[in-house]
Each structure stands twice: as structure tokens, then as C-alpha cells.
């Protein structure tokens, strides 16, 4: 045993007093902890940080000059409570869901999201920020964005390099 009565040989026990759970995710990865055979260590990847750090989920995917997201938030009441912005690389979506007015005393399972949420993902290619489009319908906020197509008579520019 070692101070504070820690058992020094356990590896759980060195783990969790590495550092706050958010920053092992971002060394070790969202599904460490989900593919390890050892319950003490799914635990760890079920506390409410880790439930919100993927909150709201997103899909993305292109249709043609389009990249399309569609973000998943049901439960949003108006677009007051959604705030979404798109810049040439990445796109933030923040808001808060209602909670369903019951007393607390009669809940017996609550797992759906409720409060707030925010959520920045990197695009996969550059985007026209001037382009976007956004609709709301069965708990899915679709973003539409064009993918940036350069000008005509822009040309990309190669810098040679020299070799010594």
C-alpha cells in the first residue's frame, strides 16, 4: 500500500491518478476504455464528461458540390436554442435542450440528453462559409455547406524545394 492507502501495484489505481478523465480520452482515444475486458475500466468510460464530450452526434457526408452534417438534438423547442456557425474548416454547433418537466422524485431512468451542449468538429476539406444552409425537422439539424471551389484563374502555387 502506498500513501493514502493506494495500492501501488494496481495499474487501475496509477491510472486514475494520471489526470481528469477528458484528458486521458484525448491521449488514449472516446473508445479505450469501451474495448478493455476489465469492468473497472468501462466504468471509467461511462461517466457524464464522457457523455457529453460526444454530445450532440454528427454524421457528415458529401452529395456532390455539397458537404452535408446532420446533427442530431432532439428536443430543441426554437431556433433560440440552437447557435451554429461554419468557418472555412470547421463548424460549432452549441444550445441547450429542455428537460421534460417532471417532478425528481418520480424519475426511475433517465438517460436522454437534457441542458446544455456544444460541439466543434473539423471539416474534411475547405468550405464556402457564405454558402450555408440549415433546417431543423424530427430532432435532426442538417447543415448544408458547398465545398470551396477557387476562383478561376487561381492557381495553386508549388514552392520548389532544394535539396543541400
Known amino acids: 500500500m502506498g500513501p493514502k492507502g493506494r495500492d501501488v501495484n494496481n495499474p487501475f489505481e496509477i ?7 477528458k484528458d486521458m480520452k484525448k491521449i488514449l482515444g472516446d473508445d479505450f476504455f469501451k474495448n478493455i475486458p476489465f469492468p473497472q475500466w468501462q466504468q471509467m468510460s461511462m461517466t457524464d464528461s464522457d457523455e457529453t464530450s460526444i454530445y450532440p452526434r454528427i454524421d457528415l457526408f458529401e452529395r ?10 432532439p428536443g430543441v423547442e426554437s ?3 440552437i447557435a451554429l456557425s461554419v468557418g472555412p474548416h470547421s463548424l ?6 429542455p428537460a421534460l418537466p417532471v417532478r425528481e422524485e418520480s424519475i426511475h431512468l ?3 440528453h437534457h441542458g446544455s451542449f ?10 464556402d462559409e457564405s454558402s450555408v444552409k440549415a433546417s431543423y425537422a424530427n430532432g ?7 465545398k470551396y471551389v477557387s476562383p478561376q484563374g487561381e492557381v ?9
Not at 92 to 97: E, L, M, N
Open 15 to 21: 491510472l486514475k491518478n494520471l489526470g481528469d478523465m
Open 64 to 73: 456532390g458540390q455539397e458537404l452535408i452534417a446532420a446533427i442530431e438534438i
Open 79 to 81: 431556433p433560440s436554442d
Open 92 to 97: 460549432y454547433v452549441k444550445g441547450s435542450v
Open 110 to 112: 433517465t438517460e436522454r
Open 118 to 127: 456544444e460541439r466543434e468538429i473539423d471539416l474534411p476539406m475547405r468550405v
Open 140 to 146: 435532426i439539424l442538417t447543415v448544408r455547406v458547398t
Open 156 to 164: 495553386e502555387q508549388f514552392i520548389p524545394i532544394s535539396f543541400e
